[in-house]
């Protein structure tokens, strides 16, 4: 009788682990499908966030300009969000922000013949990425290929960068930046960066000097 009821009991033992490796099976197989659904739906849902227009347009000049598309990408981003027509209370205009003075100084600088000098024609997105990426190189040079300290003079100005790193020989960290919106400015645009190099393939073909010491 004890031996009976004792084959009962492993009978039903063996049931419930065939029972449990089955359910197990079968979780793990979904999981994996709900795993890769949401790893082909991720990249959807954070292109909504890091959306790219123009990305012919910053291919060639970022190209030209030596820059890292994926940054030009996100100076654009956060400078008007892909908006062309964005106005600052400044004056600054276009997708990059550009000041009228400055854009037509770096046109002047690139011997580049503009039809007429109007603020209207800067809402032009060819125009304002090439003029724009122009200034950004510019100030990449001038900086010593800094990329922190050419962005914080993007945002703020060189004059208020160069005040900045006065009497100091290290560079400019975005933890020091004493101004809250250069600093966001500059985070923004570097994470920004990341981001796109890693959503659009097409904007990470070549690494520039720009994406080397952004990290700092």
């Not at 990425?129 to 993007?154: D, M």
Request: charge should be positive.
């Amino acid at each position: 009788m004890a031996s009976k009821a004792q084959n009962i009991r492993c009978r039903g033992k063996r049931r419930f682990w065939r029972r449990f490796c089955c359910f197990s099976l079968v979780f793990l197989f979904l999981l994996t499908i709900i795993a890769a659904a949401a790893m082909a739906i991720f990249p959807s849902i954070e292109r909504y966030f890091y959306p790219l227009r123009y990305d012919n347009t910053i291919k060639i000049a970022a190209e030209r300009n030596g820059l890292s598309p994926a940054l030009v990408a996100g100076i654009i981003l956060t400078e008007s969000g892909f908006n062309p027509q964005a106005r600052s209370e400044v004056g600054a205009i276009g997708l990059m922000q550009l000041m009228p003075e400055t854009a037509w100084w770096i046109a002047d600088l690139d011997s580049l013949s503009i039809p007429e000098h109007t603020e209207t024609i800067l809402e032009d997105p060819d125009l304002n990425i090439y003029l724009g990426s122009g200034y950004f190189s510019w100030l990449l040079k001038r900086f010593q290929n800094r990329p922190i300290e050419a962005l914080a003079a993007y945002n703020a100005g060189q004059n208020e960068v160069d005040a900045w790193l006065k009497g100091k020989s290290a560079a400019l960290q975005i933890e020091s930046i004493p101004v809250p919106e250069t600093r966001h400015f500059v985070r923004k645009v570097l994470h920004s960066r990341r981001k796109y190099a890693e959503l659009y393939p097409q904007l990470a073909e070549q690494a520039y000097a720009a994406d080397s010491t952004d990290s700092r």
